[in-house]
């Protein structure tokens, strides 16, 4: 059996990953929605959507973060937590 420090550990390596190219995807897409190339307002709201998605990913990964170091302690509270 996997500790949940471990599979919250993975978890939070896999969003760290992710995080840039998920963000920079989504920028990319977004910007061939719009249609009149010269709309700086239409552009201007693809980088606040995709800076939102950006601070959403990071609050994910602070609370993974926070789950972790709870759960760390968790497990430490007890010799067998686990049956070992």
């Known amino acids: 059996m996997e500790h949940v ?3 919250l550990e993975s ?3 896999d969003l760290r990953k ?4 998920e963000v920079c995807t989504a920028g990319e897409v977004l910007v061939q929605y719009i249609t ?3 709309d700086k307002e239409a552009y201007r709201e693809v980088d606040r ?3 939102r ?3 959403a990913w990071d609050l ?3 609370h ?3 789950s972790l170091a709870r759960a760390v302690v968790i497990e430490g509270k007890c010799e067998n937590f686990y049956g070992d």
Do not use: C, W
């Open 36 to 38: 009149d190339h010269s």
């Open 60 to 62: 994910m990964i602070a």
């Open 64 to 66: 993974l973060e926070r």
């Open 53 to 55: 998605l950006a601070r």
């Open 49 to 51: 959507q995709v800076t």
């Open 18 to 21: 992710n995080r840039d190219n």
């Open 11 to 13: 978890l939070i390596t």
């Open 5 to 7: 420090s471990e599979v």
